[in-house]
């Protein structure tokens, strides 16, 4: 059997997929990789299907030790990473020899780094995936994130190892953007036109109460125009919501299934991922768009994602 | 279900990979059963490319692949199907039967929720407990089922300020609605007792104890009979 032993676990790392959707009627929301294009393109590097589940590492990364050995990749952010003391770059396979360790520092860009392994982290499934929800406590290992001495399986790899990268030039148009754009929400029209200019042109900050669950923004702050009387619905991922504050949260991949706040936009598909690459103080803003242009964003991206020049 | 009904049906895009289906704007039994007969409908009768769906009081959040599906081809073949609505014969409603310790340590909220109310403690457990609720979704975490209603004597407005965390079993009123907590996350309900039962276990064939449309009877217990069950 093949492991990954934690030597130190980072701030806060998990193991995540692509997520399990289909259980909303029970209250499950889907979870799943912050910034799924990056834990899909390290996938690819190792020869995985897109959906096999990896670390997800979090501002500051950890120390895993590779006692047999294995084939791996970094994608994401920059974290400075190491093997056995000498750098090793991100969006590149690698193979650990039996005995060393890939060491992460903190970030150099954006959030989160990635860190897939040939043939996948293996634990038991909950509700057919590897994610961890943190609040329920289930998915992952053991439904909380990696602490020291834990000690990973690695599934079977199928695929000898070949040295894969992916092309700098895509790369470069798949990057994290900070300009999110977003269709309108379901009660947008609950919002004055000078709230709604102000969402649309101003900028905001990511707070540090942001998470996995939902990201918390500093900013101009929105009354929602008198009248609505809000009744409990089901929330998209994605879904900006203004409290009754007047400020925005961003629905994220562990967010509470029903919200009873007025959503005023929505990140577009094709953003989402750039939205796990998000810092706290980060500054971002919102361009509103229509929902073709919407569909054709996502369907560019998907393009680039199955790209023969995407190399991998 | 007059034809009036189903013309109240409304639909709104929510995002570019979900679709809000609103039966009408109100939280009634009327609307609580036309979000089951569409779920029922849709369970039997998949339409591809459809991921997930999130029901609530009057309204199902259908998510769909927006690489395979769009909004306009959604909204038609659910059009079709809220047609039928009519003819959907729903199983019948599971009673189930949920323990409480109520006050105390249990129930942190109960003294301050009879004494705004104007009740004795034994008379607020006494409304608490002779209500037969309908669990209208599961929604916020998995397992917690939006149950109603409160009788009007015992409805409450939510805490000024929630709670950075709630013991898992705690069962909370806000407004007309009531709830058990199935795991210890921040919540801004007013919590009267606890439940020593799992509301939500991965290992259980029926993962979460309640699903929609089921019907929940609260029943008093001793904190004797909490520890009891708790070890059980």
Wanted: charged share 20%; glycine share 10%.
């Amino acid at each position: 059997m093949t492991t990954i032993v934690v030597q130190s676990p980072g701030l806060f790392t998990t193991v995540q997929d692509l997520g399990r959707e289909g259980f909303g009627p029970m209250g499950v929301s889907p979870s799943g990789a912050a910034d799924p294009i990056s834990l899909r393109l390290g996938n690819r590097l190792v020869g995985n299907a897109d959906g096999a589940a990896g670390l997800e590492v979090t501002l500051v990364g950890g120390t895993f030790l590779f006692p047999e050995g294995a084939v791996m990749a970094l994608t994401g952010s920059d974290f400075d990473a190491t093997l056995d003391n000498a750098p090793v770059g991100l969006w590149t396979a690698f193979e650990a020899k039996p005995g060393q360790t890939v060491r992460l520092g903190a970030t150099r860009s954006g959030a989160r780094c990635y860190l897939c392994v040939q043939g996948g982290i293996a634990v038991k499934p909950f509700l057919n995936s590897a994610s961890t929800h943190i609040l329920s406590g289930l998915g992952g290992l053991d439904g909380r994130p990696l602490r020291k001495g834990d000690v990973l399986k690695i599934g079977s790899a199928k695929a000898p190892f070949r040295k894969r990268t992916v092309a700098p030039e895509i790369l470069r148009r798949l990057s994290p953007r900070k300009v999110l754009r977003a269709t309108p929400g379901p009660q947008s029209d609950w919002f004055s036109e000078s709230s709604l200019q102000a969402f649309y042109t101003r900028a905001y900050r990511v707070t540090e109460e942001s998470d996995r669950m939902g990201l918390r923004l500093d900013g101009p702050r929105l009354p929602e125009r008198s009248g609505g009387q809000m009744i409990t619905e089901g929330v998209p991922l994605g879904a900006i919501q203004i409290t009754s504050a007047g400020f925005p949260i961003i629905l994220f991949v562990e967010q509470q299934t029903t919200g009873g706040y007025p959503k005023i936009a929505n990140v577009i598909s094709a953003d989402l991922a750039s939205l796990g690459q998000l810092r706290p103080r980060d500054e971002i803003r919102f361009e509103g768009v229509d929902w073709q242009t919407a569909r054709s964003l996502l369907v560019e991206q998907e393009k680039l994602l199955s790209s023969p020049e995407l190399n991998v | 279900m007059p034809p009036s009904a189903v013309h109240a049906v409304r639909f709104k895009r929510a995002s570019d990979r979900s679709l809000l289906v609103y039966f009408g704007e109100q939280i009634t039994l009327a609307a609580h059963e036309q979000v089951r007969k569409l779920l029922h409908l849709l369970a039997l009768e998949p339409i591809s490319g459809i991921r997930n769906f999130q029901p609530a009081y009057c309204s199902v959040l259908v998510k769909f692949d927006p690489l395979r599906l769009e909004h306009e081809e959604l909204e038609s073949a659910i059009t079709l199907y809220l047609g039928r609505l009519e003819s959907i014969k729903l199983p019948g409603s599971r009673h189930v039967e949920i323990p409480v310790c109520y006050g105390g340590e249990y129930g942190p909220d109960l003294d301050d929720v009879s004494a705004l109310q104007t009740l004795t403690r034994e008379k607020a457990i006494e409304l608490h407990t002779a209500t037969t609720y309908l669990v209208y979704f599961l929604g916020f975490v998995p397992g917690f089922a939006y149950l109603g209603d409160v009788p009007a004597a015992l409805a409450i407005s939510r805490l000024p300020t929630p709670r950075k965390t709630v013991p898992p079993g705690s069962v909370g009123i806000a407004g007309n609605q009531t709830a058990v907590y199935p795991f210890a996350t921040p919540g801004g309900w007013r919590l009267i007792g606890r439940t020593p039962l799992a509301m939500f276990r991965p290992d259980r064939p029926d993962l979460s104890l309640l699903a929609i449309g089921d019907r929940v009877r609260f029943v008093p217990i001793s904190p004797e009979r909490f520890t009891i069950l708790e070890n059980a």
